[in-house]
């Protein structure tokens, strides 16, 4: 067995492996939202409140009873969708459902960040915050 063809293999190996742990760690940043803005979140997406150790991330869809395009409904219906609030600093978390429509709260606050639900997707993939 070839020494320094083996030792080159290995040497690749872990270059690799490095850079792979490099890549996978720059993809789970999450971007920066400026406060007061509208941000749009799609599935799994999150979003780091610029300047401020905060993020949210969309969970998805929990139950979805609004009205669909296209019918006449009396009741607009309810979109509830679950999120995550961190400050990944301390350590904290903490879940919460937000509402479209009542009987639930449309906003909550976190870590003295105030995030109000604008908007759900007619599939439920994306919604839009407001984070202040």
Do not use: N, W
């Amino acid at each position: 067995m070839d020494v320094r063809k083996l030792a080159a293999g290995i040497g690749t190996a872990v270059a690799l492996t490095a850079g792979a742990g490099c890549s996978v760690a720059l993809a789970q940043q999450p971007r920066a939202a400026e406060p007061d803005r509208d941000v749009v979140l799609t599935r799994g997406q999150e979003v780091q409140v610029a300047g401020r150790d905060f993020t949210v991330r969309y969970r998805g869809l929990v139950s979805d009873s609004r009205c669909r395009p296209g019918l006449q409904c009396f009741v607009a219906g309810d979109a509830v969708v679950a999120l995550v609030l961190a400050e990944p600093g301390r350590g904290e978390r903490m879940g919460v459902h937000l509402h479209t429509d009542h009987p639930g709260p449309r906003e909550t606050t976190y870590a003295a960040v105030r995030v109000e639900l604008l908007d759900v997707s007619s599939t439920g993939d994306q919604v839009t915050l407001r984070l202040s």
